[in-house]
Every structure is written in C-alpha cells, then in structure tokens.
C-alpha cells in the first residue's frame, strides 16, 4: 500500500494532457459467456476487438448484486465499509434498529474513484446507473466528485419511457420527457452513451484536462427492452433452446482457452426442465425472451463503439485506459421461464420490471458456472473484465488468469491518476483499500497480492486464497456464521465448482474460514438488521 499513499513519482510530474484518460464501462446482470470474446454468439465486435488488443481477466470477482458492486467499484471499499452491505433505500432508515454497514447510502468513511481524480487534476463525468443513494441528493454523483451527471438514480427504468423515481436526471434535475440522442425513438442505452460522448467532445473542446468517465449501462437488467432493428436481428436465433446453447458457448470456451480443457461443465440446474420438454409455445414466448436480452447486449456494444470511433477521431484513443465489467452474474429472478412480452411491455406506461429473462436462460448465460445474481459462486460473482490502454498493454496477450477484485479498481486508478488514496477528505477520515494495482497485470507481471479475498452479500460468501476458494449459501445469516455450510473447491482444476472438498480438507476450510471470520468482523458484515447476536 505504500506506493498508493506515497503518490506515484513519475506520473505525479506528467503534464495533465499526458496522463491517461479513464473510461469505465459496466452493463448491468449480464453473465459470464454473453461476449463473443468469453463464448457466446451475440455479436460484440467492439468489445472482443478491446478484448484481443488488451488485457482479458478470467477471474475477476464483482459483489454479486447491483448496490454492492457499485459501492465497492466507486470506493474501493468492501460494500458494508461503505453503508451499502444489502442495497440502497429509497428513504432514510431507522438508525435504531439498522447497523451502519446496512444503512443503504454511501458513509462519510469514503470516497469515490471521481474524487481521487479530480484531486489529480481530471474532468470526471457518469452517465447511467447511480444506485449508490436515495432520495437525498447528498449522496448523488455531482455531490460524490462528478463534474457532469445523465442518469438514473435507482435500481432500474422503463428503456424506452422512464418515469416518476425511476426517470433519468440531468445532473440533480428529474427529466419529465427525457429527449431522444438521436434519429430513433428515445433509449436510455442510447441516452447513456451519448451524453457520455458529449462530456468527451466538449471537453476536448476545452482542451485542458484528461478525464475519467464512468459509463454504467442499465443493460441487459430487466425489464428487457430492446429497439426493434437489433430485436428483428435475434428474433429466432435461440430457438435451439438453452442446453444446446450451454454446450456451443462451452465449446467455443474451451476452444478460445478461456476454459481449461480439464474443467466440466456445470450441469443444467435440477430446476431448469430440459429445452426438449418444455411446450412448443412455452418454446416460443420464452426465446423471443432470450432475443431481446441479446438485442440489448448488441446494443449497448454499439455504441460503445460509437465512443471508441470518438476517442479516435480525438486522438485520445491510445493513451485511454478502458475498463470493462458486469455488476453481478447472470439474473434468475423471476419465473423460471422468465415472464412479459418484450414487445408489448415496452409500451409508455407498462411498469419497469417485466420482462424478466428466467433461471433457464440464466443458467445458459451463466456458462460453464452454476448459480447467479445474488450468490457468491463463480456464476454469480465472476465477471468479464478487459482492461485497454495501447499506450500501456501490449495487444495479443494470453488469457491472465490470477484473480483480481472491485477493490483493485480504485488502487489502479489512484495509481494511474497520479493521485494517490487519501486518508481524510473534508474532515472525514477514510477508511483504508484491501486493492492491488492492476497496473502489475497491465505490464506482464504477478500482481503479488498478500492476502485472499473476500465477499458476502444476503448471507452468502466467500473466500478466495490463491487456488483455494471457499464458498457458501446461507452462510452467514443475522444469526451468526453457519460454518457447516461451507463448500471448498480447487479451482485449477475444478472451476466449476463440481467436487466439494471440505470434508476431506477440514483444516484448511477451518483455516480460510477464521480468515473470513476476521474480515468480516473488520468490514461490517455483523451485526445485520434482524440479527439478534453478533457473529463471533
């Protein structure tokens, strides 16, 4: 940590217009093999293109939910440090019966990645998905250190009709009747990437400061709206149904040396019936479904191509970091088929929450992992994650398979700013970071991290010590810790999680266990709301 708080020599003497712009790209519930560059078939020519010329992270750990990931992302701080240990509130909570760790806004034991660059000197823009706050504005991105703000403060939105909490805000005003960006109907994807290309131009306009841009889509979270061209482009293409797809994304993963030959892949979750079962109707409503997620996918890689074609017609596009990730693992919320038409739901005035993709698709998105969204192994907390910087990654690179975490991104981006981390801001102290730079992967070198890593959302955990993973479901309730449900996997050559080996290795899950014990004392994850006695 010494180099973070000592502030980087060398980059703290570079003119401002010589350090590196930052770009920092999330989507929102997409799963491990939607990409083309991570196996599936919807077509991502912009990101497998950043993927290929830059650095592909094969173990990169988000927190599994919405609001924990987007803590940690903006901090570099575990989810409960920040307040954010569940989700946020719409409201303030009781202070009387929540704990800090769960009070669902960001704490003044913080700060954000756009503080820490602006304090080197940086123009730091967001467009998209907030959901760090509620209603009060003190904890919304023009008061957190951004420059310019376009987007949403909740959880979700109508794509194409955002409306009341749920609408869009151009800085900290509620937008009515938010207007289209360009020749088609209003989309908030569309929206997003646009005022973020606009931040882009008017402040190479102004040709004074490099930037940090953080660009987070609500895509492909529900409701699944996609425009028509790119829902006309998919329509049909999944009718093989989701264990055939399961099968080609692995294969093309094995084949890309994503997947180590030696792994198997995850059987079909026993709730997921098999594709040959399910009615010819059922068949139907339910790719039609699947089409849309990746329509919107498609999308969203458009126009971060439209970005990068600025970049480049700036001459930015080189000495630009990019980074690239999703928030959590493929979403199974809803019915199992999934649920809503992705034609007729996307209508002015239909609510913002159908339709809903299902377990059985989720469960194909998720390849080769089992599980999602809200659980902590590898299907719902391992991400795609690239990191571009021709200026500073060498193109062509194999696979880098050492795991890295969300609390890295703001180690780097202190590190590449030239900032360094602060210890107080505005008479607030702040809480130290656990992260690495990544800037020792970005030069071909180990990343040297001296102790594991750690997670824990909605009573589900984990610990990853180099090879060794240890993970549970409903481990650690407000009742305390369950050490009798702990799994232990070797993920060299089980990373798929298949072969639990915590009975046969009982020290070293006891071992990695008071580890987690340790840090979860340290963070806040006890007491919980609900809780009737601390964790011990």
């Known amino acids: 940590m010494k180099h973070l708080l000592l502030l980087p020599f060398l980059l703290s003497l570079l003119p401002a217009a010589e350090k590196p712009n930052i770009v920092l790209i999330m989507v929102d519930d997409m799963g491990y093999s939607d990409l083309g560059c991570w196996g599936g078939e919807i077509e991502t020519p912009n990101l497998d293109s950043l993927a290929k010329n830059g650095l592909r992270f094969t173990q990169f750990y988000n927190s599994a939910r919405c609001c924990p990931t987007r803590a940690t992302l903006m901090t570099g701080l575990h989810p409960h440090q920040t307040g954010i240990g569940h989700m946020t509130r719409e409201d303030a909570p009781d202070a009387s019966n929540t704990p800090p760790a769960y009070a669902g806004n960001l704490n003044d034991s913080c700060v954000t990645l756009a503080q820490v660059a602006k304090s080197a000197g940086y123009a730091t823009f967001m467009a998209g998905k907030w959901h760090l706050a509620g209603k009060n504005q003190v904890d919304w991105p023009l008061q957190r250190g951004f420059d310019r703000f376009y987007g ?69 979270h529900w409701p699944l709206h996609a425009p028509d061209p790119e829902l006309d482009k998919y329509r049909g293409k999944f009718g093989m149904g989701w264990d055939k797809l399961r099968e080609q994304r692995f294969k093309k993963q094995v084949d890309s ?108 998105c998720a390849t080769p992992y089992r599980l999602y969204k809200h659980f902590a192994h590898e299907g719902g907390s391992n991400t795609p994650f690239i990191a571009h910087w021709p200026a500073r990654i060498q193109g062509g690179r194999d696979w880098f398979r050492e795991p890295a975490q969300l609390i890295d991104v703001m180690a ?66 407000a009742s305390g810790l369950k050490p009798k449900k702990w799994e232990l996997y070797h993920l060299s050559g089980d990373g798929t999680e298949l072969n639990n080996l915590a009975q046969e290795q009982p020290d070293r899950v006891k071992s990695m266990s008071q580890a987690w014990r340790q840090w979860a004392k340290r963070v806040g994850v006890y007491p919980k709301p609900g809780g009737k006695k601390k964790n011990k």
Not at 190 to 210: C, L, R, S, T, W
Not at 310 to 321: M, P, Q
Not at 422 to 438: F, K, R
Not at 445 to 451: G, I, Q, T, V
């Open 152 to 220: 949403t403060i909740a959880g979700a939105a109508h794509y194409f009709h955002p409306v009341g909490w749920r609408s869009v805000f151009d800085g900290n005003e509620k937008l009515t009747d938010p207007k289209s960006t360009g020749d088609r109907p209003y989309y908030t994807t569309d929206a997003f990437a646009d005022h973020a290309i606009q931040y882009i131009e008017e402040n190479e306009k102004a040709g004074d400061k490099p930037f940090f841009l953080y660009l987070a889509f609500n895509a492909p």
């Open 257 to 364: 040396g994503l997947i180590p030959a030696g792994w198997k892949l995850s059987p079909r979750d026993p709730d997921v019936p098999a594709w040959d079962t399910v009615g010819k109707e059922k068949q139907v409503e339910s790719s039609l479904r699947m089409s849309a997620y990746a329509a919107m996918i498609d999308r969203v890689d458009q126009k971060i191509g439209d970005l990068i074609t600025v970049l480049k017609k700036n001459g930015e596009f080189d000495n630009t970091l990019i980074l690239f990730l999703s928030d959590n693992g493929a979403c199974a919320e809803g019915p199992l088929l999934g649920d809503g038409d992705p034609v007729a739901d996307r209508a002015k005035g239909k609510p913002s929450f159908n339709p809903v993709l299902g377990k059985a698709w989720a469960n194909a």
């Open 412 to 477: 780097t981006v202190a590190d590449v700013t030239g900032a360094g981390y602060p210890a107080s801001h505005e008479g607030h102290a702040i809480l130290p970071i656990d992260g690495v730079s990544l800037t020792a992967a970005f030069d071909g070198k180990p990343l040297a991290r001296k102790s594991p890593i750690f997670i824990e959302h909605e009573d589900n955990a984990f610990a990853r010590d180099g090879e060794w993973k240890l993970v549970g479901r409903g481990v650690s309730p």
